[in-house]
């Protein structure tokens, strides 16, 4: 059980959230190598802003030889994301008619995910997991800096993605957290016979498939 607000039993010191920020070009010797472990539990070895930790990928489906499938499709960083931009209510994926608070995408008229929000959520995760007890934006005195995590995750999908696979991601990740909309705009799609309708309804029927 992790205390919420010791953040001393967090990081590379907790088994389970070790492995979960633990940069994935080291998750070899991690799996492999109880020294290893343990050179991280003590700060003796320390990952950097562009080391990529586990968190980002969907574990299920993670590939180190083909990183970009499971990019930033961690099913904990969907749940932060609701939390976060749809309220407590809706963090297991349903929304609730006796909500008292609207999200701040409803009140900010969000219909679809953005680079920036997506780079935002991973980063807030990624802090709320680690044993450091301040947030640093810039880093320094050995602490993590945060900001060039963000910033790094923006430039790679805005500047490193192609178009497409950037927008596979997100139209991935419209699918999770705004499923209303994304069904209104699939019936659109579709009713308008064009190639990027009939490619949706293509997509959703797959979906079905896979999710039977």
Request: charged share 25%; glycine share 6%.
């Amino acid at each position: 059980m992790i205390g919420l607000n010791d953040k001393v039993t967090r990081g590379f010191k907790h088994p389970q959230i070790a492995r979960l920020i633990c940069p994935v070009s080291w998750l070899e010797d991690f799996d492999q190598d109880p020294e290893f472990r343990q050179k991280l539990a003590d700060g003796k070895r320390v990952p950097q802003p562009h080391d990529w930790p586990l968190l980002l990928f969907d574990e299920v489906t993670f590939d180190i030889t083909n990183l970009c499938a499971s990019f930033l499709r961690n099913e904990m960083l969907v749940r932060a994301w609701r939390m976060i931009f749809q309220g407590p209510s809706a963090v297991d994926g349903r929304t609730s008619n006796k909500a008292t608070k609207h999200g701040n995408a409803l009140c900010h008229g969000m219909k679809s995910v953005t680079v920036n929000a997506l780079a935002y959520i991973a980063t807030l995760v990624y802090f709320a997991l680690s044993s450091q007890e301040v947030f640093s934006a810039g880093g320094g005195d050995n602490e993590f800096d945060y900001y060039e995590f963000y910033r790094g995750l923006v430039a790679t999908l805005e500047e490193e993605f192609s178009a497409e696979d950037r927008s596979q991601v997100i139209e991935w990740w419209n699918r999770q957290v705004f499923l209303k909309y994304v069904d209104t705009l699939s019936k659109t799609m579709a009713a308008s016979k064009t190639g990027r309708g009939l490619m949706m309804v293509q997509m959703r029927q797959r979906d079905a498939g896979n999710a039977a």
